[in-house]
């Protein structure tokens, strides 16, 4: 094998790495933008129930059963 050869052979395979990493840091940027709409979303609806379910009284199965007889 010739040092040219061999020249041509690492040019490629760090080639092939730079644009395995440049998916992979796409890939994860994409992901951080799903969580970050995920994360407002989360906060937003929780408000929401917060807000709707302020003021209410919260009864349990339990108490509704045992209530009556007594």
Known sequence: MNL???RKI????????????SYVLLLANAI???????RTT?????????KASAGTIVTSLLSDNILPTF
């Open 10 to 21: 690492v040019l490629l395979f760090l080639i092939g790495l730079f644009i395995y990493f």
């Open 42 to 50: 989360v906060t937003t609806l929780s408000r929401k129930m917060d």
């Open 32 to 38: 951080a933008q799903k969580n970050k709409t995920l």
């Open 4 to 6: 040219g050869k061999l």
